[in-house]
């Protein structure tokens, strides 16, 4: 057969993956292609010469920022996005945002090609290029198949619909991920079916709550207590789900902790927020409830006593993707945080005469104590003189934006200081990143703004964390698709994280003795202008409160204005 054997397809594998896609909801592909996509080109353009409908389609020159964005916009909204990346360099490519993603329980649907497995013209999509050859690699899905909780080939353009619904209801049943799936170019020309599937029955699982006796249970060791405690670090996932904790905490007078927290769980301001260590408290509690926390304590550093009754309320209370993970619960039980929440509520609700209203209200007072004490210890030293520290930036910050702003915290050994001084009261306004590879916030807050363009976004990080966050597409897609927020840098020019742990674990060693870490980034390169030069983004390295003042003032202008805003605040160097 010859190399240009064609064949008329009117409705093909491609075509089927449109309509899934928009079936499903999904607004945005955020888009990395190669010459594995032309069938998927193909029938989008095809699709809007016909005024037929087709997902917005967020070009993205880097994998990371389009997983990234795309896990972005499913934080803020709780809908699931799309990101298209080509084969197993496009994959690879994807990095620790795929690992971030899979942390941060955040459906995302992945498609990747795969090189084309005919090579002599058999079928339409057969190999056609040098680079085809190279880019067939024994297992393409390995590379991120720990990272996900689907990943799977599509063999078929007949049943592409029904591998995506599968494929999207698993990545939005709890605990919620990301899904990886994989086509060649033969399976996406060839004839496709529109199975017009009923999307109501293909929806993620139904929420599950605690059965009677632990409710029961729970609520009357938490009522009884002399020391109860409540740590959270994601339940605020569910806009809902704070009111509802507020609720618990009022009624039986518990502190609640935001230990590592990824959103907002349990607004700022109110007298049972006991702040964002457990340390203090974990030691002397008597009875603690863990809700949707991964790490709610480290043993090294503190523990609960060896009697402290804990119960645990997760989405994900094994953890299984942990290999090595335990906090000896009494009792550990699998149900949605807002289902839970209300189911205890109902109860104290139902049963408030059975409780001491002496003890509770003893508690009550303690910990309006704890809280203004705490409050008293964060208040920060006033924005004066020539240096900028990190709590001088983070008031700032906190001064310019208002309780509506959305705001993403990436500032790693900053990140403490800026939870401490920026009160965040409104549910779906705060969000961190619960995995471990930086630069998330870039394209997190990227996706965001496309999610809600009428929101103020303001993303703070590390000089390390912006350079992850590769902004040279991010500022460049920011500016593309008229989606600007801004992005404050605490620049220590270093890593001051591996300083601090090593100095840690050799207080006395021989890297603390020579100040000797290799973590210094000196000198800082201009970062603002980076995104100046990428997205004709406002530019400012600052290095005195007053300059700094002033340029969040002209950067919040900027943004109105629709560019986005970079503001360079230089600290005293890392080591």
Known sequence: M???????????????????????????????????????????????????????????????VALSAAQGYAQLTGKMQAVFVHVDVGTQNLGGAIHNAFRCRTPVFVLAGLSPYTIEGELPGGRNSYIQFVQNVADQTGIVRGYTKYAEEYHSGKNIQQMTYRAIQIAKSEPMGPVYMTATREVLSEEGIDIAADMTRWGALSPSGLDSESVEVIVDALSKAKKPLIITSYSGRNKDCPAELVKLAEKLSIPVIEANQSYMNFPGDNQFHAG??????????????????????IPV????????????????????????????????????????????????????????????ESRRSKVKEIYERIREDWKPAKAEGDMLTPEIITTCVSE?????????????TSKAVIDRLVERTVPGTSFGNAGSSLGWHGGAAL??????????????TGDGSFIFSCPTPLYWMAARYNAPFMTVIYNNQGWNAPKTITRAEYPDGYAVQTSNYHASLAPSARFDLIAEAAGGAFARTVTTPDELRKALAEGKQAVKDGKCAVINAMLSETV
């Not at 965001?448 to 993303?459: G, I, Q, T």
């Open 301 to 360: 550093h503190t523990t609960p006593k060896y009697d402290c009754r804990v119960f645990h309320i997760d989405i994900d209370p094994l953890k299984e993707s942990i290999p090595l993970w335990y906090i000896k619960a009494e009792r550990a039980i699998r149900a949605d945080s807002l289902v839970a929440l209300r189911q205890l509520n109902e109860y104290i609700d139902s049963n408030a005469q059975a409780f001491d209203a002496e003890l509770i």
């Open 400 to 412: 310019m934006i208002d309780k509506e702003t959305i705001l993403l915290n990436e500032a790693i």
């Open 2 to 64: 010859s190399d240009d054997v064609k064949r008329e397809i009117e409705y093909s594998g491609a075509d089927a993956m449109c309509d899934a896609i928009i079936a499903a909801d999904v607004d945005c592909v955020f888009l990395n292609s190669g010459t594995d996509y032309p069938p998927i080109i193909e029938s989008w353009a095809k699709y809007e010469a016909q005024g037929l409908k087709v997902p917005r389609v967020i070009t993205s020159p880097h994998e990371y």
């Open 276 to 297: 964002f260590d457990v340390g203090g408290f974990i030691e002397f509690a008597d009875v603690v409830l863990v809700i949707d926390c991964d790490v709610p304590w």
């Open 447 to 460: 996706g965001m703004k496309l999610a809600c363009p009428d929101k103020d976004v303001v993303a703070l």
